[in-house]
């Protein structure tokens, strides 16, 4: 590790900032994981289109298809392919908690920056917070590593503003990846941006976020990888522009990309958020690949209509 556990907190608020993105794994014919296309693609990202950290192996990554080996693989590529270049965090999420533990472990021994845990389905449970304190305390005690939460309609709950602040006095606990509404995520800026770093994936929120809330964190989706390239790097030329607060040229810039987006969200099956990102990769150069089992693969007919939303899109490749 490149901090220590009473460090976190300070190493995450001085290098814990700019454009991430969520990485996607790639599946080859035979459905394993495509190492070198894996490498293809952060090497592409890092140098191109100068992302600045991964979360590494989470829902886009589809960790839940994946094997603990194969997600300790994914991790141990990340972290090597971003050496000195981009940061990590890497996704540790899982209903077993020895998974968790052992995933943690993991990512603090191959010197991951950071790690990020889901908080878990929890059935039955009426009053939540209790039982949420109890096992970020545990998460923080048992490990060093820097540790980020995350709330996100798929645990069947929101997380809480309050809930959330209260969790952030844990000594490692450095982040929040917080898919809420925006006056929740707001709201938890306003509590506790003195101790954890407050982000949201939503990139059509990006500007308004670093605008109105001082964010310096996009933590964050796939849009860094798929709409831009190496000749249009539109959403890092608006975030860069923002972050100097050149608000008005920013807007311009941001609001460019909306053809982009339209194409991109009006190509989407509703039932294929995988299958299309990757194939949107695919049409970029990127390694896109399979996607694995229970998510359903694209059509020809589907593939035609993205092929055509993404000609119009107005992206330069």
């Known amino acids: 590790m490149k901090y220590s556990k009473k460090e976190a907190k300070e190493y995450a608020f001085q290098n814990m900032k700019g454009i991430w993105a969520a990485a996607l794994n790639p599946f080859d014919e035979e459905l394993s994981l495509d190492e070198r296309g894996l490498r293809s693609n952060l090497r592409h990202?890092?140098?191109?289109?100068?992302?600045?950290?991964?979360?590494?192996?989470?829902?886009?990554?589809?960790?839940?298809?994946?094997?603990?080996?194969?997600?300790?693989?994914?991790?141990?590529?990340?972290?090597?392919?971003?050496?000195?270049?981009?940061?990590?965090?890497?996704?540790?999420?899982?209903?077993?908690?020895?998974?968790?533990?052992?995933?943690?472990?993991?990512?603090?021994?191959?010197?991951?920056?950071?790690?990020?845990?889901?908080?878990?389905?929890?059935?039955?449970?009426?009053?939540?917070?209790?039982?949420?304190?109890?096992?970020?305390?545990?998460?923080?005690?048992?490990?060093?590593?820097?540790?980020?939460?995350?709330?996100?309609?798929?645990?069947?709950?929101?997380?809480?503003?309050?809930?959330?602040?209260?969790?952030?006095?844990?000594?490692?606990?450095?982040?929040?990846?917080?898919?809420?509404p925006r006056d929740m995520y707001k709201k938890l800026t306003t509590l506790a941006n003195d101790r954890i770093i407050v982000s949201t994936a939503s990139e059509s929120d990006w500007y308004e976020n670093i605008v109105e809330l001082d964010w310096k964190l996009y933590l964050c989706s796939s849009p860094p990888f798929l709409i831009q390239t190496k000749n249009d790097k539109r959403m890092k030329k608006y975030t860069d522009l923002a972050f100097n607060k050149n608000f008005k040229e920013a807007k311009v810039v941001r609001d460019s990309l909306d053809t982009v987006r339209k194409a991109f969200h009006s190509s989407k099956p509703e039932s294929k958020p995988h299958a299309h990102q990757k194939y949107w990769q695919e049409l970029l150069g990127q390694v896109g690949g399979r996607t694995r089992f229970p998510n359903l693969e694209l059509t020809d007919e589907e593939k035609n209509r993205i092929k055509h939303a993404f000609n119009v899109s107005g992206l330069i490749k």
Not at 57 to 80: H, P, W
Not at 83 to 90: D, E, N, S
Not at 117 to 133: G, T, Y
Request: aromatic share 12%.
């Open 45 to 180: 990202w890092i140098d191109d289109l100068e992302i600045d950290g991964f979360f590494v192996t989470g829902k886009q990554g589809e960790f839940f298809s994946m094997s603990i080996e194969e997600r300790k693989k994914s991790f141990l590529i990340a972290v090597d392919e971003c050496y000195g270049k981009a940061q990590t965090i890497v996704s540790c999420s899982d209903q077993n908690f020895d998974t968790v533990m052992e995933l943690g472990k993991y990512a603090e021994n191959i010197g991951a920056d950071y790690i990020v845990v889901h908080a878990p389905v929890l059935n039955f449970v009426s009053d939540r917070a209790e039982v949420l304190k109890n096992y970020y305390s545990e998460l923080s005690s048992k490990l060093n590593i820097g540790i980020a939460m995350w709330s996100h309609p798929d645990s069947g709950y929101l997380m809480e503003p309050e809930l959330c602040n209260e969790i952030a006095n844990l000594e490692n606990i450095v982040a929040i990846k917080y898919s809420v």
